[in-house]
């Protein structure tokens, strides 16, 4: 699946500091077959990475902007740099103790002005403008994240365009920021269960709550 994508000028910081990249540069997995070819990667996406094979795994992730009167429209924050990763089929919950039952697939995906729409196979309860929304797979009867978080990406905008080939598409994590911090709201959301105070669990990634 192929998405049309835009190049703006200017520059939107991400961090108060450029963070510490982990040595080398990885490429993705090819088994991560639900990537849609020509999408920019967001900048601070949690990853999984394997230093032994060099292969990354996305973790994709995104708030909610609005939610629509049927309930299974569901907007998600975008902006002129990237959008998120998420493509049809996707299993997609924002409570990561639900059952995989309750846990929808995503039917359809639109761009729009506001962000990116996708239509849900059902509505999920209780889902509110600024909850997020993680790409979830099963774990018994339950979900889990498609990965355990141990860095995120730091490339910027267009520099990490998805190829047709995954293994052409190279990217940059860290798993130190260094003395910097990355803004909280200008990347994508991390589930509270994998924060130790600000910090990414098993890693030196901090995170601010300032604009």
Same mark, same amino acid.
């Given at each position: ?11 939107? &910081? ?18 991560? %077959? ?10 601070? %996406?949690?990853?999984? /990475?394997?230093?032994?094979? #060099? ?8 708030? /909610? ?9 569901? +907007? ?33 995906? +639109?761009? %729009? @002005? ?20 993680? @790409? ?16 995120? %990406?730091?490339? +910027?905008?267009? !520099?990490?365009?998805?190829?047709? @080939?995954? &293994? ?6 860290? #798993?130190? !920021? ?6 909280? #709201? #200008?990347?994508? &959301? ?22």
């Amino acid at each position: 699946m192929k998405r049309k994508t835009k190049s703006y000028g200017g520059t939107r &910081p991400c961090s108060t500091q450029p963070p510490v990249m982990v040595t080398g540069g990885f490429t993705l997995d090819p088994a991560q %077959t639900n990537l849609p070819v020509g999408a920019v990667i967001p900048f601070g %996406t949690l990853a999984s /990475v394997n230093e032994a094979t #060099r292969l990354a795994k996305l973790i994709k992730s995104a708030r /909610v902007v609005a939610i629509g009167t049927d309930t299974k429209k569901v +907007t998600l924050e975008a902006d002129e740099f990237s959008k998120p990763l998420f493509m049809v089929g996707d299993t997609v919950q924002s409570d990561l103790s639900a059952t995989l039952a309750n846990s929808p697939s995503i039917s359809a995906v +639109t761009n %729009t @002005e506001v962000g990116l729409e996708i239509t849900l196979s059902k509505a999920i309860a209780d889902l509110k403008v600024g909850s997020a929304l993680y @790409e979830v797979v099963a774990d018994g009867t339950n979900v889990k994240l498609v990965a355990e978080p141990n860095s995120i %990406t730091i490339d +910027t905008y267009e !520099s990490a365009e998805v190829k047709d @080939e995954l &293994p052409d598409t190279q990217i940059n994590v860290t #798993r130190d !920021s260094g003395c910097g911090e990355i803004y909280a #709201r #200008r990347v994508p &959301p991390v589930p509270a269960k994998y924060l130790e105070g600000n910090l990414l669990k098993g890693t030196k990634v901090a995170y601010t709550q300032s604009l």
